[in-house]
């Protein structure tokens, strides 16, 4: 490797490690990776630009998670329209929101060390109607292991709730409870 190279990848290094610490969300598909510094993952987004590809990404996109400490790398999530990926303070879980079609967003935590994903039902806090649309917004991860959470939605009536949800997700055993409003 030349000098050039070298400062190149140095470069290259810095950048990803000064987004992971600034930025705590991503919008995918992206041509990007995330490198989570904390726990030394890596987060990567694919799109199919052909057939081949649709049947290899199991949809149009696919989310990966190359996880070092463990050597794997695997396929996290496939979907079709976007998603916004969100990390908690200590890299050890995401909250991905889905853009599952033109009315419903989808929430799933993923959590890093056991490589596991769960889907969080959500609705049942809104009473939405199933032609009702509505979009879930990550306003923050907490210190205290919740997340804020702004639920919007429109159709049957009108509704914009802001809450602080708790997740039990619990790590060492890579499950996840029933979501709950903070103080229920």
Request: with cysteine; proline share 3%; aromatic share 8%.
């Amino acid at each position: 490797m030349n000098i050039t190279q070298m400062r190149a990848a140095i470069l290259c290094a810095l950048v990803l490690v000064v987004t992971s610490c600034t930025v705590a969300r991503r919008e995918f598909p992206t041509g990007r990776a995330i490198w989570l510094n904390k726990t030394s993952v890596i987060i990567v987004g694919f799109s199919a630009r052909n057939s081949d590809d649709l049947g290899k990404l199991g949809d149009n996109h696919g989310l990966y998670v190359l996880n070092q400490g463990r050597q794997r790398f695997e396929r996290v999530l496939s979907y079709g329209r976007h998603l916004t990926v969100h990390w908690n303070p200590d890299q050890t879980c995401l909250a991905i929101i889905e853009s599952e079609g033109s009315n419903r967003d989808a929430l799933y935590i993923y959590n890093v060390h056991e490589m596991s994903l769960h889907k969080v039902n959500v609705e049942p806090l809104t009473e939405f109607a199933p032609d009702d649309h509505f979009r879930i917004l990550l306003k923050s991860w907490n210190a205290d292991d919740t997340v804020s959470l702004k639920l919007e939605g429109y159709g049957s009536r009108e509704i914009a709730i802001e809450t602080r949800c708790r997740i039990p997700f619990d790590l060492h055993r890579g499950k996840l409870g029933a979501l709950k409003v903070k103080g229920s």
